[in-house]
């Protein structure tokens, strides 16, 4: 994937690479990629390096060597750039969960504009000059903003550890404090990993592929207070269960919600598709303004919670409503956006994969006493054609779509349907640009809105009002 990532970046340049692995060579920093790294170009030949930094002179050292470009590392800054600040973090360098700590955060907001310009750049002809592409909407206090971790358990040295892969390798770095985490999520992490090694718990070992722990998943309703755990295992069965969630209830008396599932496939995939229910509640409760949500294990919902009120406001601004309209959520997780916005439509219907997500969705709208919205399990590209068949259709369409973007048959549901209004939410550059060069010719792009719902790292969110053009 990310071999692919820095191919689309280097298309442009069709030179050969001259350089051989192990050489070291200067290299100026022109710019940075979508994940952070730095850029520069070697005898017109594209070089990525992690940590480098726009304007800065380096000696780098050539890692990898491709056909079209080339990875490199930094043996020397020779110039520095002012942008460039120390990274608190005490892993930032082994860990690959953070890729921008080393940017002093004002610039970190200008990157993420850029790399919107750079995505319709590479992947439309619309002339990026002549668009209304706004400043970043950043956060007061970039830190400690996670309401969820998502931490692989192993053992080194015949200890269990929790914490994430290092960048492109399966080396598992054991993090104690993650600083873009909320602190609380940090404790709980902490403690579990402590009560499965006093327990002396199989934790799963990817190389002999015995053991049974894989994930520890902490999720926190930052309003409510309430916690999440669920325990991901590879096995069926959780072993020494009650022993297990004894000792969260007595150790972790903030943790209200204790679930366990089950996925025993070799793949990227945090989650199988079989959950159980452990003890205490089955859903944990998070608080955005005068909107509270239910959110089970699998449930999607923001990671920011301080940014998505942020978002959703924007959102709210880009769907333009009067009161009037019928309104489509699609890939609506526990239903957040739309019932933010169902207060000023006529009518909101979403629709998602995840039938556990659907079941949320419902309850929050009940929580909220909202009864204009409907929900249904399905795929947008499907639901979509058949509530248009049975007679109703929409004046504004909200997606927001997983990075891989909104799956051709919505785009072309979307260009047979032609809502007024097409809000598209998107947490992937590269994805937004190539469905919008697919509308652009029937529809027309009004502004675009980054939102910094990732501080420290090279992701970026970014919403979209696009408008039929007259005559469509």
């Not at 994940?35 to 780098?60: D, Q, T």
């Not at 996670?146 to 080194?156: A, E, I, L, M, T």
């Not at 943790?255 to 205490?280: A, C, D, M, Y």
């Amino acid at each position: 994937m990310e071999q692919s990532r820095k191919k689309q970046q280097a298309k442009k340049t069709k030179t050969q690479i001259v350089l051989q692995a192990g050489e070291t060579f200067p290299l100026t920093i022109k710019k940075l990629g979508i994940n952070g790294e730095g850029i520069g170009y070697f005898k017109r030949g594209a070089v990525f390096v992690p940590g480098a930094l726009p304007g800065e002179e380096i000696v780098a050292k050539a890692t990898k060597i491709h056909e079209r470009f080339a990875e490199a590392e930094i043996r020397k800054i020779r110039k520095k750039s002012p942008s460039r600040v120390m990274p608190p973090c005490k892993v930032y360098e082994l860990c690959g969960g953070c890729q921008l700590q080393h940017l002093n955060y004002e610039d970190q907001l200008g990157h993420k504009r850029d790399l919107v310009i750079q995505s319709l750049e590479r992947y439309t002809k619309i002339p990026t000059e002549n668009l209304d592409i706004r400043p970043t909407i950043g956060m007061d206090n970039p830190w400690h903003y996670r309401n969820k971790s998502q931490f692989q358990v192993g053992k080194r040295d015949g200890k269990i550890i929790a914490g994430l892969y290092s960048m492109d390798s399966h080396k598992l770095i054991d993090i104690g404090e993650c600083i873009v985490q909320h602190p609380l999520t940090n404790k709980v992490t902490s403690n579990v990993k402590q009560i499965l090694a006093d327990l002396n718990i199989p934790v799963y070992d990817e190389r002999s592929r015995k053991g049974s722990v894989k994930t520890i998943v902490t999720r926190i309703g930052v309003e409510s207070g309430e916690v999440q755990v669920v325990l991901v295992t590879v096995t069926k069965e959780l072993p020494r269960e009650d022993a297990i969630v004894d000792e969260i209830q007595k150790r972790l008396p903030e943790v209200t919600s204790i679930q366990h599932n089950s996925n025993p496939k070799k793949t990227s995939l945090i989650f199988g598709e079989k959950t159980r229910h452990l003890r205490g509640k089955e859903a944990i409760q998070e608080q955005l303004d005068v909107y509270t949500y239910e959110l089970s294990a699998r449930a999607f919902f923001q990671l920011n919670p301080y940014q998505t009120r942020k978002l959703y406001k924007e959102v709210e601004k880009a769907a333009d409503l009067t009161g009037k309209e019928k309104l489509v959520d699609a890939y609506c997780g526990v239903g957040t956006i739309g019932i933010w916005l169902a207060g000023k439509a006529a009518e909101v219907r979403g629709m998602d994969v995840i039938a556990e997500g659907i079941e949320d969705a419902k309850r929050n709208a009940e929580l909220q006493g909202i009864t204009n919205i409907t929900y249904e399990v399905g795929k947008a590209e499907q639901v979509l054609p058949k509530w248009v068949k049975e007679g109703w259709k929409p004046d504004v369409i909200v997606v927001d779509p997983p990075r891989t973007g909104c799956d051709q048959a919505l785009l072309k549901t979307i260009l047979q349907v032609k809502p007024k209004i097409f809000v598209y939410v998107s947490c992937n550059p590269s994805t937004l640009a190539k469905d919008i060069d697919v509308l652009s010719k029937t529809y027309k792009i009004e502004y675009m809105q980054p939102v910094d719902m990732f501080p420290q790292t090279a992701h970026v969110e970014c919403i979209s009002q696009l408008i039929l053009k007259e005559g469509n």
